[in-house]
């Protein structure tokens, strides 16, 4: 599965912003019809999406779009006209704030039918955002809901209202959180959807950091989401991009061990040993396996 370190949210009904973001290093590019399009521009945003989406270049990068939520008026237009007219193009659906399996099965069920119907010769994928107590709480079933589930998203501003957490911050995303808790705030919430993503082979992706002028905040952020077992993390903006990309590529330094492992336990296995030792320390299949998930990743980004 191609990276998706930075998944960069564009809104839906500003073509200028598009066009720039073909041009982006975003590894994702999601094409937002929910929280960043106001009501009254929906239709048009739906609109120009499909547009954009036609007529654009987008083979460097993944490209989705966000639905609005299934409870709305709206998501159902969303999902059969996107899928219609352009299925061919994007990788997956962003479905937000799923709280149960059926979400998943009634997306699921609807682009069998537009596959089927329009000759769409790759699964559309689903990604889930995971944005409420009662979502969190569903997240294994909500992963094996479909094998279009492809990643679990981190939704961090609803999630928070969800369960009724103080507002500390204009956005809501992530910002300042040190001045109230005195550690990560959300780590339990993040460390439960990346272990049910894991468990099922998926992604997990963190929320967006909400103050795109605070570098050293984005940073923080995700280093630490990074280091809790994120693929990468949602920008709201250009500038966040290129942190974002460097947090979650493999550093040289991790690269060089990781290319130690891997030829320790190649040694080791044609000498018939089971015991791997590297820089003298004991290595066991776990090791060898992130390591080798680590120079994959490390190859597709032609670091090596």
């Not at 015991?275 to 190859?299: F, H, P």
Request: aromatic content about 4%; hydrophobic content about 45%; glycine content about 6%.
């Amino acid at each position: 599965m191609k990276p998706r370190r930075s998944n960069l949210s564009v809104p839906g009904h500003l073509k200028k912003m598009h066009d720039k973001a073909s041009a982006s290093p975003a590894d994702v590019i999601m094409l937002d019809l929910e929280d960043s399009v106001p009501v009254d521009e929906k239709a048009n945003a739906r609109t120009q999406v499909i547009d954009s989406l036609l007529n654009l270049d987008w083979s460097r990068q993944t490209v989705t779009v966000r639905i609005n939520a299934l409870d709305s008026p709206f998501a159902y237009r969303d999902l059969l006209e996107v899928a219609e007219q352009a299925g061919h193009i994007i990788d997956a659906i962003v479905i937000p704030k799923v709280n149960h399996p059926g979400d998943i099965h009634f997306a699921d069920r609807l682009l069998d039918g537009i596959e089927s119907s329009r000759k769409i010769p790759s699964p559309i994928g689903i990604e889930a955002s995971i944005e409420t107590a009662e979502g969190l709480s569903r997240a294994a079933e909500i992963a094996q809901a479909s094998s279009r589930v492809r990643t679990l998203v981190f939704g961090i501003a609803d999630y928070s209202a969800s369960i009724g957490a103080r507002l500390v911050s204009i956005s809501g995303h992530g910002e300042k959180e040190e001045e109230l808790y005195p550690g990560h705030r959300w780590h339990f919430a993040i460390s439960n959807m990346v272990m049910h993503a894991k468990a099922h082979g998926m992604l997990a992706i963190d929320a967006p950091y909400g103050n795109f002028k605070d570098a050293d905040g984005l940073r923080r952020s995700a280093v630490m989401a990074c280091a809790l077992g994120c693929d990468g993390k949602w920008a709201i903006h250009p500038s966040q991009i290129d942190i974002i990309n460097e947090v979650f590529t493999p550093s040289a330094d991790e690269i060089a061990l990781a290319a130690k492992v891997i030829a320790a336990n190649a040694a080791a296995k044609a000498a018939g040993k089971g015991a791997i030792a590297v820089e003298g320390r004991m290595v066991d299949q776990a090791t060898v396996r992130l390591a080798t998930k680590l120079w994959e990743q490390a190859k597709y980004l032609r670091l090596v």
